[in-house]
């Protein structure tokens, strides 16, 4: 979207703003929407020079794609109707389950039992059947790692197979240092119920319980932030303002310095900055006993890789995940299986995701170098031939998972605390509270984060 021109400090409403919301990803956008909505006059600040944080829609070379294979969840019915009405048409509906490229055989994902007896074979399916079996009997009590709730859940064959090296790719951490809650609502499928679905279902039972229905904007996920920014207004929107210091008195937030230059006076302070962040910048009035749960707040970076293709199709499905350790990417998609729109007539491009550090060589390695690579390893898959690689680009999206190691839950909670005393601050969004969330989950925070100001304003 175009960014909208700066708003300069004399061009801030006079008197206290009584709304200052800090970051413009969708969290920030959506509480900017609902604010607009509510009559509530405020001003959003984010740093880069664009909004929509990492929910983003890139345009190369005529190919559109976003910065994640990102998807809208009918699981709010009441933030589902918000985004139908801000998009309209332009709103599609798609059915498109994902699946695991394992060995050279795509498996469903969620794991579907009937596909897994045809990928592994009888004898190994027997083998994980028995697993589970063991598993399900052995294992009881608390979930204490990603790696324990797995295991219980589908097996040790299973697990190892598809999803521990998988997750350990991903959040560069091993299964069991890392938090029950990433896997979502996605470790689901092996039970006797999906079994006869698809029995007696067969195809038409997929979409269903693999997760596979879901809804996509025409031109990119992107729309939705473009939408809500354009909702909020031009004129109360503000690029290029990175947030460098909060004056307060303790208990509340007087004023955000801008810039290290420029000082906005405030009267409430709504954050969906990294919450390692919004700590560091309220300084010594958090007490030192949390500064090392601080530091134990780490963001997982992605490296995006683009490959243009010179032919219509490559897949036919939402997404395709390799937890192989042979390949680098975690996880491939294809954007015109969303919405055709998404490439030129007659091509097509795939999406490849390759988590890492901010240290680690691949973040820093040539763009070239990058693609080279990502084209081998695909093209090993045998989904192109050389001559039909039309080039590539690369897109670096950083804090794009906030890393929910074993205990995290705790870790936050103190902190969280520790930044409640400041009666006029609200922290939310998924860096803001340092868990793994989705856009509608962001509309939701936006939206409640608004009533509970409103209710406040009009108590006697």
């Known amino acids: 979207m175009p960014v909208p021109p700066s708003v300069s400090s004399s061009s801030v409403p006079s008197g206290n703003p009584p709304l200052i919301i800090l970051g413009g990803g969708p969290a920030g956008l959506a509480t900017g929407h609902f604010a607009r909505k509510a009559g509530l006059e405020f001003q959003l600040l984010e740093a880069s020079s664009r909004f929509g944080g990492n929910a983003v829609t890139f345009v190369e070379d005529g190919f559109r794609f976003d910065s994640g294979a990102h998807r809208f969840h009918d699981r709010d019915r009441a933030m589902t109707a918000e985004i139908k009405s801000l998009l309209g048409d332009e709103l599609l509906e798609c059915a498109i389950p994902s699946q695991i490229y394992h060995h050279g055989k795509f498996v469903d994902f969620p794991l579907s039992p009937l596909n897994l007896l045809r990928a592994l074979g009888v004898r190994s399916s027997l083998r994980a059947a028995g697993d589970l079996l063991s598993a399900r009997i052995g294992n009881s009590g608390s979930l204490e790692s990603f790696e324990h709730q797995a ?171 390799f937890p192989d350790p042979g390949y680098p990417m975690t996880r491939v998609y294809e954007p015109r299986n969303r919405s055709a729109a998404m490439a030129p007539e007659g091509r097509t491009m795939l999406a490849v995701e390759i988590p890492c550090w901010s240290t680690d060589e691949i973040w820093k390695q040539d763009d070239d170098q990058l693609i080279r690579l990502v084209a081998d390893k695909l093209q090993g898959c045998g989904w192109y031939r050389e001559d039909e690689l039309a080039g590539g680009c690369v897109k670096r999206i950083p804090n794009a998972y906030p890393v929910l190691e074993a205990g995290i839950q705790d870790v936050v909670k103190r902190i969280l605390d520790a930044t409640s005393r400041f009666e006029n601050l609200t922290i939310l969004g998924r860096n803001g509270e340092f868990r793994y969330t989705h856009t509608h989950d962001m509309l939701r925070l ?6 509970a100001l409103m209710q406040e304003q009009n108590r006697p």
């Open 151 to 321: 295991v219980r859940t589908y097996g040790r064959d299973i697990a190892d197979r598809f999803l521990l090296g998988y997750s350990e790719k991903l959040w560069g951490l091993p299964g069991s240092q890392l938090c029950p809650s990433i896997s979502g609502k996605r470790l689901q499928g092996l039970d006797l119920r999906t079994f006869w679905l698809e029995t007696f279902r067969g195809q038409n039972a997929k979409s269903a319980h693999l997760d596979g229905h879901f809804y996509y904007p025409r031109l990119g996920f992107g729309t939705i932030a473009d939408k809500l920014a354009a909702s909020c207004g031009q004129e109360r929107l503000r690029a290029g303002a990175r947030v460098t210091g909060f004056q307060h008195d303790g208990r509340r937030i007087h004023a955000v310095e801008v810039n290290g230059e420029e000082t906005m006076p405030v009267s409430r302070v709504i954050s969906t900055l990294p919450l390692s962040l919004t700590a560091r910048l309220l300084g010594r009035a958090l007490p030192a006993s949390i500064e090392s749960d601080i530091a134990r707040l780490k963001f997982r970076q992605v490296v995006l890789v683009a490959l243009y293709l010179n032919k219509p199709s490559v897949t036919r499905v939402g997404s395709v995940y």
């Open 446 to 451: 936006g939206h409640d984060a608004v009533e």
